[in-house]
């Protein structure tokens, strides 16, 4: 299933390095989403983007910079990170038309290791 | 309290068990609610929404209960591919999704 993939698949950095996720939607949908998921904790929204427009940012450090040029793509930029936010990041998609059973899909992720 | 709890289990079942999860919610306001089932290392995917009073697709089972904001997922005659872990979704608004931390199941042969 290809609806939204993401790339890279694994990332190892180093705490001075930037890096870009990327994320991309092939479902038509109009909302795209970064969570963290770390291990045996709960999936952790960090960023919506409805419409190209971000609406909502859940107190995410700025060492983490959302990116979303249309409503097909969304990055993340990664610059200074620290080891705790090694983790597993994941995208998803939505229509996002303001219905409230709004199905999320979701791509295979990134997991992301910062030394 | 926790926005979506869930038990963690791990739950280790044999082929052919029914097994239930339970998960509570502490936003009276969240309208829309989903289990959705992650396998190890994968991402996760929508297994069903609950609605209303609750719902059926084949084995599984979901049951809202608004009173007590509570909802459960019953799986019956358990097979070896239901080994996962679910994930108990609480939709908050629109775009605010809330995820419990999983419940792990394990079907042995």
């Known amino acids: 299933e290809t609806g939204v993939t993401q790339t890279p698949r694994h990332l190892v950095m180093g705490m001075t390095n930037k890096k870009s996720l990327k994320c991309e939607q092939h479902?038509?949908?109009?909302?795209m989403y970064w969570y963290k998921q770390s291990a045996k904790k709960p999936l952790e929204l960090m960023f919506v983007?409805?419409?190209?427009?971000?609406?909502e940012n859940n107190s995410v450090p700025s060492r983490f910079s959302p990116e979303c040029p249309n409503s097909s793509h969304l990055f993340l930029h990664l610059h200074t990170l620290q080891p705790e936010d090694s983790a597993l990041y994941l995208c998803?998609?939505?229509?996002?038309?303001?219905?409230?059973?709004?199905?999320?899909?979701f791509g295979p992720g990134t997991r992301l290791t910062v030394l | 309290r926790k926005e979506v709890e869930q038990d963690p289990g791990p739950f280790n079942v044999p082929e052919g068990a029914t097994v239930a999860f339970n998960c509570t919610y502490s936003?009276?306001?969240?309208?829309?609610f989903f289990w959705y089932r992650q396998d190890c290392r994968k991402e996760p995917k929508l297994l069903m929404s609950?609605?209303?009073s609750g719902n059926e697709d084949g084995r599984f089972t979901a049951q809202l209960n608004r009173a007590s904001q509570y909802i459960s997922l019953l799986i019956r005659d358990s097979k070896l591919s239901d080994s996962a872990t679910y994930l108990c979704?609480?939709?908050?608004?629109?775009?605010?999704?809330?995820f419990g931390a999983g419940t792990r199941l394990t079907v042995k042969p």
């Open positions: 998803a998609s939505s229509q996002g038309k303001g219905a409230l059973a709004d199905t999320q899909y």
């Open positions: 479902l038509g949908h109009n909302a």
């Open positions: 983007y409805s419409l190209e427009e971000r609406v």
């Open positions: 936003n009276s306001a969240s309208q829309s």
């Open positions: 609950v609605y209303s």
């Open positions: 979704v609480v939709n908050i608004n629109n775009n605010d999704m809330r």
